[in-house]
């Protein structure tokens, strides 16, 4: 079974940047690199919600609320996704999880990262 493990949350004024990284185990590059990956997040009160997907052949999506803010990439090598996050707001304050991504169904969900944007 794949896991996911996520790292990289913090807490950050507006208009700050993080960097997100996810690892994935229980599985070889060369199975990892057709996967279909994705980045979520789940704020307090809220449904977990689609941030940002990377398919394995094909352009990165990205949700309207993080267009032109957020890239999402990968290392298939390392096995490994990121999420780099620019120009944050309030409203991105989330716990982040790294997962597959649409059109494949959601495996195991980690224990994500915590993003607090606040002044």
């Known amino acids: 079974q794949v896991q996911f493990v996520e790292s990289g949350g913090g807490l950050v004024q507006p208009g700050g940047s993080l960097r997100l990284s996810c690892a994935a185990s229980?599985?070889?590059?060369?199975?990892?690199?057709?996967?279909?990956l994705a980045w979520y997040r789940q704020a307090p009160g809220k449904q977990r919600e689609l941030v940002a997907s990377i398919p394995r052949g094909s352009s990165s999506s990205y949700a309207d609320s993080v267009k032109g803010r957020f890239t999402v990439s990968r290392d298939n090598v390392k096995k490994m996704i990121y999420l780099q996050m620019n120009s944050l707001k309030s409203e991105d304050t989330a716990v982040y999880y790294c997962?597959?991504?649409?059109?494949?169904?959601?495996?195991?969900w980690g224990q994500g990262t915590q993003v607090t944007v606040s002044s």
């Open positions: 997962n597959f991504g649409p059109p494949m169904q959601p495996g195991a």
């Open positions: 229980g599985t070889a590059f060369s199975i990892f690199s057709g996967y279909n």
